[in-house]
């Protein structure tokens, strides 16, 4: 199985919204994300699942997501421990539920880094640090900890799609 870990691209300024899950991404977020998920596309990138955060701005990069690598939008599933303070162990109890073998994941700094931590076997915190419209992948057999095999900033995977 493969997992890839993206996090939200950018987003309007915390200020200006009363709750933080409601703050969604800039235009300049949705150009970035859209052009990091066509990097996705060209290494080759197909999930069977999508999963997000509830918050608005990941919501919305899972939806740019699934409409670059050609996944149903209806499909995406939220997953509360994806929230920028979730468990990471809750994340990974839910991923091991899925038989599918590429999942990609849309959440938060600094969950994201933690569940990746997690996911290859570190304690103690995080390794670390995705930035906006990165992504990460890693590789698990039959349970955790698994692999980590690339991580890729923004600017790298809009590169790859050009």
């Given at each position: 199985m493969r997992i890839y870990l993206f996090r939200h691209g950018i987003a309007a300024d915390p200020g200006v919204f009363s709750k933080d899950s409601d703050r969604p991404l800039t235009e300049e977020g949705m150009k970035k994300t859209r052009q990091a998920a066509e990097g996705l596309k060209t290494l080759g990138i197909r999930p069977g699942a999508f999963f997000s955060s509830p918050y608005l701005r990941a919501r919305q990069t899972a939806e740019i997501a699934a409409a670059v690598l050609d996944f149903p939008k209806k499909k995406i599933l939220e997953l509360a421990p994806l929230m920028p303070h979730?468990?990471?162990?809750?994340?990974?109890?839910?991923?091991?539920?899925?038989?599918?073998?590429?999942?990609l994941c849309a959440g938060h700094a600094p969950n994201l880094d933690r569940v990746l931590a997690r996911a290859v076997g570190k304690t103690g915190g995080s390794f670390t640090e995705l930035k906006k419209a990165g992504c990460a992948c890693i590789e698990k057999e039959k349970s955790f900890p698994g692999r980590l095999l690339w991580l890729l900033e923004a600017g790298t995977l809009r590169e790859l799609a050009r």
């Open positions: 979730g468990e990471p162990e809750d994340v990974l109890a839910e991923l091991s539920k899925t038989s599918e073998e590429e999942i």
